[in-house]
């Protein structure tokens, strides 16, 4: 009988409390549920955006595809440049894995004009924006090649570096490694590049090529 009273007494309360504050109670309802709609719509509808935006870069790259570049001069036709328009604005409005690859279609575009301040630039809008894909680190290696183009070896050296830091692996990492030794050497900054081939030696032990490279190196430097 007890349980039974007490049970009653917690309905009445609980009821009670309801009745109360039924008011509150349904506009919180009423906002979760809408919250849980909008949150679908907004996934559903990006989804969409986003496979409009796959559709739209791949009839952008078989257009990059079909053009057959043979001389420096192909670079600078009609065709080119109303692509590189088309391409620019696709950019401009995608983010993610989009717009990254987009922006590399227009970096190798400057790179066969040899514009590589333009080039690097859009390397690194590549990078910024894919930063969260595969193509991220892909993008700061050819962004620090088009560095060294300009002869920036300081800027070229601190973009490897981050691409071979990034969060995605990136499966040249190796060879950007040695490529920092190479820099260093350049600039007869020895200790560093010691420094440099040497961490492919640690890092990278099931490389032979790099391996090899980096060795011969090590021992040009230190008989000299």
């Known amino acids: 009988m007890q349980n039974d009273k007490e049970k009653t007494n917690t309905g009445?309360?609980?009821?009670?409390?309801?009745?109360?504050?039924?008011?509150?109670?349904?506009?919180?309802?009423?906002?979760v549920i809408a919250l849980l709609i909008a949150v679908v719509a907004y996934f559903s509808l990006s989804d969409n955006l986003n496979k409009k935006a796959i559709s739209r870069l791949d009839e952008l790259g078989a257009r990059y595809a079909d053009m057959q570049f043979f001389e420096d001069e192909d670079y600078f036709t009609e065709e080119v440049t109303l692509f590189l328009d088309d391409i620019s604005k696709f950019a401009?409005?995608?983010?993610?894995?989009?717009?990254?690859?987009?922006?590399?279609?227009?970096?190798?575009?400057?790179?066969?004009?040899?514009d590589?301040?333009?080039?690097q630039e859009a390397w690194l809008k590549s990078a910024k924006i894919g930063d969260k894909t595969y193509l991220g680190p892909i993008a700061l290696f050819n962004a620090a090649a088009a560095a060294e183009e300009r002869g920036n070896e300081d800027e070229a050296i601190e973009?490897?570096?981050?691409?071979?830091?990034?969060?995605?692996?990136?499966?040249?990492?190796?060879?950007?490694?040695?490529?920092?030794?190479?820099?260093?050497?350049?600039?007869?900054?020895?200790?560093?590049?010691?420094?440099?081939?040497?961490?492919?030696l640690i890092n990278w032990p099931q490389m032979p090529v790099w391996q090899h490279l980096a060795r011969s190196r090590i021992t040009a430097i230190e008989v000299k």
């Not at 590589?116 to 080039?119: E, K, R």
């Not at 499966?171 to 007869?188: D, K, M, T, V």
Request: with cysteine; charged share 25%.
């Open 116 to 119: 590589w301040q333009n080039a």
């Open 12 to 31: 009445d309360k609980i009821n009670d409390f309801v009745q109360r504050n039924r008011k509150g109670i349904f506009i919180t309802l009423g906002t």
């Open 159 to 200: 973009l490897l570096q981050k691409c071979i830091a990034h969060k995605f692996e990136f499966p040249a990492a190796p060879r950007a490694q040695f490529s920092i030794g190479r820099l260093y050497e350049q600039r007869e900054d020895f200790d560093s590049a010691l420094e440099a081939y040497r961490a492919v």
């Open 92 to 114: 401009s409005k995608n983010r993610g894995y989009p717009g990254s690859k987009a922006w590399s279609y227009i970096a190798l575009i400057y790179s066969g004009r040899k």
